[in-house]
């Protein structure tokens, strides 16, 4: 079935439908992820995402339910430049478990010149239609994306990930499963919220330390989840990821921007500021920190983007908060970010030593 890619500029990229029929609009994404496929479409940070993939053949492989990052699909759509109908053992041919999602995909795309478009002009809206008429140009160009992302991925419920150890409190922002997986290796006692849980609601978990998770969207849209770090980051340690790093830094003063070039890979090189260590790590995000504003905050910068020197991690000089804009859980990419949750539970312990001693002194 011939269908179209549509950029809000009005560029058009024909191509062969495949998945569901619907018409979708999204923001386009590039995403340079080699492996984890099933992890990118299920991650609740591609909510109202359409993301182009830029392998040149995806599904090689088949594709693995067991790496799933959220129960239901996220994105808006995916586009690609070829697919592979192989599969393994009891799998599925990504086409089929595209379709079974039910989300619209285009496929015989010319993915490099795409990625090549996106990279001089910025990320924007995009449609996959049937038709390319000016009248369908104009219904992007007239679409306002909706703000309420998080909103859309966030538990409505509160719910325990039980264990015997630390009690972590995880403001789901658009957690992912893999963050619950390193916790549970740690036997972390986790409670996930809402994330338009009070402070109120939050501390009468008595936690021993607060996750403020990944996400989607832009974090200007959560005024009410800023004020409750405000209050939250005087008694607790945290630890932010994503989205959730950003909130804290704009709770604390700093001031974000959107990047030229957003990082969207799940292997990209971060420098360690103290020691120079290089970890690859997964990335993706379309905002970071203005760097104008971190030398006049409370903020150390701890990591750096090696490509860009982006600010990838940073930590409060005073209070205990440490926050990392790359995944640690490395869903998809490699597993060298795992220090991020063990020197979480450091930072807990350290805290609670010192509260124990001045309850002795007391």
């Known amino acids: ?14 191509g062969e439908g495949f998945g569901s029929s619907i ?5 386009l994404v590039i995403s340079n992820n080699r492996t984890g496929i099933e ?10 995402q359409i993301i182009a993939f830029t392998i040149p053949s995806v599904g090689n492989s088949g594709i693995n339910r067991d790496f799933y990052e959220s129960i239901n699909s996220q994105c808006k759509g995916v586009v690609i430049g070829s697919s592979s109908l192989s599969t393994v053992d009891d799998s599925v041919s990504f086409e089929d478990w595209i379709a079974g999602l039910k989300i619209p995909g285009i496929k015989n ?8 478009h996106i990279a001089e002009h910025g990320e924007m809206k995009a ?7 000016e009248h369908a140009i104009d219904q992007i160009k007239a679409l306002v994306l909706p703000p309420d992302l998080v909103k859309r991925v966030s538990t409505r419920q509160s719910y325990p990930n039980p264990n015997m150890g630390l009690k972590i409190v995880i403001v789901d922002l658009g957690l992912k499963y893999s963050i619950l997986r390193q916790l549970s290796y740690r036997d972390c006692n986790s409670i996930i919220v ?13 936690p021993d330390g607060i996750i403020y998770s990944n996400g989607p969207g832009d974090p200007k849209d959560l005024p009410n989840t800023i ?41 990209l090189a971060v420098k360690e500021v103290a020691s120079g260590k290089i970890d690859f790590v997964n990335h993706n995000h379309s905002y970071t920190l203005d760097q104008k504003y971190i030398g006049a905050s409370d903020f150390i910068v701890t990591n750096v983007c090696v490509a860009d020197g982006t600010i990838e991690g940073i930590r409060h000089e005073y209070l205990p908060i440490m926050c990392v804009l790359f995944e640690p859980e490395a869903a998809p990419g490699p597993t060298d970010g795992y220090y991020v949750f063990d020197e979480f539970i450091d930072l807990i312990e350290s805290v609670k030593k010192q509260e124990g001693a001045r309850s002795q002194w007391n």
């Open 109 to 116: 795309i010319d993915i490099r010149a795409l990625a090549k």
């Open 227 to 267: 004020k409750t770090i405000q209050i939250l980051q005087k008694n607790y340690p945290l630890l932010g990821i994503g989205l959730g790093n950003l909130l804290i830094a704009l709770a604390n003063d700093c001031q974000i921007e959107k990047l030229k070039t957003p990082h969207h890979e799940s292997s």
């Open 194 to 206: 809402n994330y338009n849980s009070t402070a109120e609601e939050i501390e009468n978990l008595h």
């Open 23 to 27: 018409i979708t609009t999204g923001q």
């Open 39 to 48: 992890q990118s479409v299920t991650d609740p940070d591609t909510e109202g």
């Open 1 to 14: 079935m011939k269908r179209y890619l549509i950029l809000e500029d009005g560029t058009v990229f024909p």
């Open 127 to 133: 449609s996959i239609m049937d038709t390319h008429d």
